[in-house]
């Protein structure tokens, strides 16, 4: 069974930046496109970004400039780089497979946005 550890998260100022990795206990990128999710108080989790076979990328579009996620194959890791952080970025951040969330959900990795 997958195991998914997200990591990096903390609070940051608005306009500061993070990175994020997810680590995951077995070599799953050749099965799984992989993705960021991230749900945010009181509201429902979403999907904002994505890596698929070959490296291809896409956002959702309120990240869309300002986040990028890689991938490790070899340490099995996926990252989330985040800048010019804004309020409405504060939320827990996942990783999962995408667009389909097939594995078990890690713990997640709490992003504060905040001055």
């Known amino acids: 069974q997958v195991q998914l550890v997200e990591s990096g998260g903390g609070l940051v100022q608005p306009g500061g930046s993070l990175r994020l990795s997810c680590a995951a206990s077995?070599?799953?990128?050749?099965?799984?496109?992989m993705g960021w999710y991230r749900q945010a108080p009181g509201k429902q989790r979403e999907l904002v970004a994505r890596?698929?076979?070959?490296?291809?990328?896409n956002y959702a579009d309120s990240v869309k400039g300002r986040f990028t996620t890689s991938k490790d194959n070899a340490k099995n890791t996926v990252y989330l780089q985040m800048i010019s952080l804004k309020p409405e970025d504060t939320a827990v951040y996942y990783c999962?497979?995408?667009?389909?969330?097939?594995?078990?959900w890690g713990q997640g990795t709490q992003v504060t946005v905040s001055s």
């Open positions: 999962n497979a995408a667009p389909a969330a097939l594995l078990n």
């Open positions: 890596i698929i076979s070959g490296g291809v990328t």
């Open positions: 077995g070599s799953i990128f050749s099965r799984f496109n």
